[in-house]
């Protein structure tokens, strides 16, 4: 029997090829110069998740077909790794369900506002297609979502619901875990362990503790072949994405 990563809290075992002492170095040296701010809340958060991110890529590589691991500039035929952008996620939309993203414009919410506590849930992750249906996975992609960051001074996000793979997998009040960067003013939500492999639904909805502006966005990273990667829009296409290069003139 293979190997497995397992996930207690996504109930999942992840079966995983381990990365080869070259590509182990060159993730080492990349990750240690990740652009995020050397003082801030957000990249000490990410190093000290580095162990993990390092399982989701053997994991991704064994989902992504044993491709070798390029890193965070992955040439063709190879899987790299980037933060992860709202297209690889559904959000892909302009707000009407049937354009694709505007060329390189990343939008993070459709909502402004999502309902307070005692009035449900606002879809966030989700299909192109409609809010509350899952988006799946794209099959060339493989999501290492890690936390939420709500960059606003005044945060408002109480609740965050989280379906992988199957209904209902956790309600997640972040009230007691929000980390708050005196720096920057954002606040962080750690995420439970998980991962998004290709071609699984996700669905992801968020209530606020009181009316007011989301300003959110997910972090963490996608490891994926590299021309899904370099894609410069993502447009909808069914329940998922499929990635369209910037067109030429």
């Not at 162990?51 to 500039?73: E, P, S, T, Y």
């Not at 989280?162 to 962080?188: F, H, M």
Request: aromatic share 10%; proline share 6%.
């Amino acid at each position: 029997m293979a190997d497995t990563i397992e996930l207690t809290v996504q109930k999942a075992e992840f079966a995983y090829t381990p990365l080869t002492a070259e590509e182990r170095s060159l993730f080492e040296k990349q990750f240690a110069d990740l652009f995020y701010p050397p003082w801030s809340l957000e990249r000490e958060f990410i190093l000290s998740r580095k162990d993990f991110v390092i399982d989701g890529i053997q994991a991704a590589k064994r989902a992504l077909k044993d491709k070798a691991f390029g890193g965070f500039n992955a040439s063709a035929g190879e899987i790299g790794i980037s933060p992860i952008r709202p297209g690889h996620v559904g959000l892909c939309h302009d707000g009407s369900y049937t354009n694709a993203e505007a060329d390189n414009t990343w939008k993070w919410i459709k909502n402004a506002t999502a309902p307070t506590y005692n009035t449900g849930f606002d879809g966030w992750i989700h299909s192109p297609s409609s809010d509350t249906t899952a988006f799946s996975v794209h099959k060339d992609s493989f999501i290492i979502p890690l936390y939420i960051v709500e960059e606003s001074a005044s945060p408002k996000l109480q609740t965050i619901k989280i379906d992988v793979g199957r209904s209902d997998i956790l309600y997640y009040d972040v009230s007691a875990c929000r980390l708050r960067d005196a720096r920057t003013g954002i606040s962080l939500i750690p995420l439970p362990k998980m991962f998004w492999p290709p071609e699984t639904d996700v669905l992801v909805a968020v209530q606020a503790k009181e009316a007011g502006t989301l300003d959110i966005r997910l972090g963490g990273f996608t490891v994926a072949l590299a021309t899904f990667l370099d894609a410069t829009v993502y447009q909808p296409d069914g329940n998922t994405v499929k990635t369209a290069t910037k067109a030429t003139t």
